[in-house]
């Protein structure tokens, strides 16, 4: 949309005016037809329409074009007045000059800073507004540390609120024990789950163990019998043994060799001669005796 014909002073050419909108061109296109429009005005028309709206030659949209500059520089110089003039500003400026002014106009409509309020000002009184807003807000002067707005000020009361934040802590504090709570029991139950099956583990290889034990008492027991038959063994050796070094001793006393005399039957002389074999061993065992 162009700028409204009102706003300007002094004679505007027809030709700077927007064949759609009728006010004067804003971001003006210009059609090979020569026409002029609002960049926005002809790109409105040309979703419906294939053709300049003027004349109805064809038109697409790639055939527009900037303004020719002389127009532009025309269109430049117009003079024109703020658009914040309702509000009070008075100045009047080249078109060209407009945007920049418009935007550190002091009449220009700012919305008030504070959250909440609906108050539209210009920027020249916002200061003013500021003041009074009833949308301000203050730390409390009472020292609570609350962040109060003027509506609510007569209102607040620094022990009940804090009294309620208070509470709020509480409830939140009771919830967090409350789910630590939960969260240990939880563990604590696992854990006593895990110690149940580790003490049944426990108890099978005691058991076990127990078993094992059994079965090595019972072969200590054999080998200890084992022992003791092999201990008697030998004590029967050693006697039979001081008993043939007795027969020996009889026997070098006697004059004659068994050779010498008669043979003797067949059951002697064997066991002579096994006696004898025992004599020779424990001699020769004798000899290493005093040898070493
Ligand atoms: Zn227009
Ligand atoms: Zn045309
Ligand atoms: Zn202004
Ligand atoms: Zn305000
Ligand atoms: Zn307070």
Redesign the pocket.
């Known amino acids: 949309m162009g700028y409204d014909l009102e706003r300007f002073v002094g004679y505007v050419n027809e030709g700077l005016l927007c064949c759609v909108c009728r006010d004067v061109l804003e971001d003006p296109l210009q059609a090979p037809c020569e026409h002029a429009f609002c960049s926005s005005c002809i790109h409105g028309w040309l979703i419906h329409h294939n053709n300049c709206p003027e004349d109805r030659l064809p038109l697409d949209i790639t055939h527009l074009r900037p303004l020719f500059r002389y127009m532009r520089n025309d269109l430049a110089k117009l003079q024109v007045r ?1 658009v ?1 003039r309702p509000q009070g ?1 008075e ?1 009047i400026c080249a078109l060209e000059s407009l945007h920049r ?2 935007e550190q ?1 002091d ?1 220009a409509l700012l919305n008030c800073s504070n959250a909440g309020c609906p108050v539209q000002v210009s920027r020249r009184s916002l200061e003013a507004h500021l003041c009074v807003c009833e949308y301000s807000s203050r730390v409390c002067a009472s020292g609570c540390g609350y962040t109060i707005i003027n509506t609510e000020e007569a209102q607040h009361n620094c022990v009940s609120e804090l009294r309620a934040e208070l509470d709020m802590l509480r409830a939140e504090l009771n919830c967090k024990v409350e789910e630590v709570k939960h969260e240990m029991e939880s563990r604590l139950d696992s854990q006593r789950r895990h110690m149940v099956q580790k003490e049944s583990l426990l108890r099978i290889e005691v058991d076990e163990l127990k078993g094992q034990l059994s079965r090595v008492m019972s072969d200590v027991r054999v080998l200890l019998g084992a022992e003791r038959a092999r201990r008697q063994e030998l004590e029967r050796a050693e006697l039979e043994k001081a008993e043939l070094l007795e027969l020996l001793k009889k026997e070098g006393l006697r004059p004659a060799t068994p050779s010498e005399a008669a043979p003797p039957p067949a059951e002697v002389q064997r066991k002579h001669s096994s006696r004898s074999l025992a004599l020779d061993c424990i001699k020769r065992k004798n000899r290493e005796v005093t040898v070493i």
């Open positions: 703020c914040f500003c100045v002014h418009e106009c009449y």
